[in-house]
C-alpha cells in the first residue's frame, strides 16, 4: 500500500526558510514523477513543483521560481521541498504526490501546514 507522509512545516516570518520533506513507503518509486502543491482555505489547490523520476528534470510554478528547490533523494524514496523567502502568499497546506500512471498525481499525502506570516 502506497503511503506519503509529510513533514517539516511550521511558521516563519516573511522573507525566511523552511523545508518540507515527503516520505514514501509502500514500494519503490524511482521511476514515477512526484511533486507538491498547496491549498489555502478557500482556495484551489494549486501546483507548485514537480520532479522526474531520477530527479534530473524539475518544473515549477512561476510564482515560486528562483525560491523554492524540489530534490529527491532516491534511496529513500523522499522528496523535499526547500522553499526560501518565503511570502505570507505561500501559507498553504503543502501536499506531496506520486504519479505511477500517466497523465497525472494519484497518490497524495495528508499535507503539512506551512504559515508566512507578514
Known amino acids: 500500500q502506497v503511503q506519503l507522509v509529510e513533514s517539516g512545516g511550521g511558521s516563519v516570518q516573511a522573507g525566511g526558510s523552511l523545508r518540507v520533506s515527503c516520505a514514501a513507503s509502500?514500494?519503490?518509486?524511482?521511476?514515477?514523477?512526484m511533486g507538491w502543491f498547496r491549498q489555502a482555505p478557500g482556495k484551489e489547490r494549486e501546483f507548485v513543483a514537480g520532479?522526474?523520476?531520477?530527479?534530473?528534470?524539475?518544473t515549477y510554478a512561476d510564482s515560486v521560481k528562483g525560491r523554492f528547490t524540489i530534490s529527491r533523494d532516491i534511496a529513500k524514496n523522499s522528496v523535499y521541498l526547500q522553499m526560501n523567502s518565503l511570502k505570507p502568499e505561500d501559507t498553504a497546506v503543502y501536499y506531496c504526490?506520486?504519479?505511477?500512471?500517466?497523465?497525472?498525481?494519484?497518490?497524495w499525502g495528508q499535507g503539512t501546514q506551512v504559515t508566512v506570516s507578514s
Open positions: 520532479i522526474s523520476g531520477g530527479g534530473a528534470s524539475t
Open positions: 504526490a506520486l504519479g505511477i500512471n500517466a497523465g497525472g498525481y494519484q497518490y
Open positions: 509502500g514500494g519503490t518509486f524511482i521511476s514515477y514523477p
